[in-house]
Structure formats: structure tokens, C-alpha cells
């Protein structure tokens, strides 16, 4: 066995990156979440467009971007009083794309 190092025992996580990961999850677990993720990793839209092709309140698309701004998974761009986002974090959309797949796969 050539150069192979010896298997380090794993180092615990802080603090914040076990609330930062639980949070993340915990924005993967809401299926409203999760549609508007879907929508905002094919382009960007304005509030009343998600809430248009989703079929959802206005009110529970902004609570539900606020959420997920707050964890960094959407960004925004102004344009006069219209608030565009789109999505913020290609880590968690390749997590969200890899469990659809792997939800899809028979």
C-alpha cells in the first residue's frame, strides 16, 4: 500500500455549520420550497410571476423567499419597485436535482 495516508477520525462539526446544514434541509423539506427552487433554477422571475405559474398566494411567495434568502438559496435584483430572484447556491440546486433524479429513477 503505497502512500496511503492513515484514516483520520472525523472532526466534529460547529456549531453553526450543523444549524446551517439543518436549515438547509429543513428549506428542502417544504414542497412550496420546493416548487419555487424548481422554477427559479430554470431562469428568474418576479414575485407575482412565481406566484402566477405556481398558483400560490402572493403573501406565500414572499414568506417563502424570505426564508430561503435568509439562508442564502435565492438572491434578488431590483428593477424600479419589481423585485426579481433567482436562485443563489449551485450546491444546494445540485442536491435538489440529484433527489429528483434520484425521486424519478425506477
Not at 414568506?63 to 435584483?77: A, G
Amino acid at each position: 500500500m503505497k502512500n496511503e495516508k492513515p484514516l483520520q477520525p472525523p472532526s466534529d462539526l460547529d456549531k453553526e455549520t450543523l444549524f446551517m446544514v439543518s436549515q438547509t434541509f429543513k428549506a428542502l423539506s417544504d414542497p412550496t420550497r420546493l416548487r419555487i427552487l424548481h422554477l427559479l433554477f430554470q431562469g428568474e422571475y418576479a414575485v407575482n410571476e412565481i406566484a402566477d405559474k405556481l398558483s400560490l398566494l402572493q403573501s406565500t411567495v414572499s414568506h417563502q423567499l424570505r426564508f430561503l434568502k435568509n439562508l442564502r438559496l435565492v438572491k434578488f435584483r431590483r428593477e424600479g419597485t419589481t423585485l426579481f430572484y433567482s436562485h443563489d447556491d449551485d450546491h444546494v440546486i445540485s442536491l435538489l436535482k440529484q433527489a429528483i433524479e434520484h425521486s424519478q429513477h425506477s
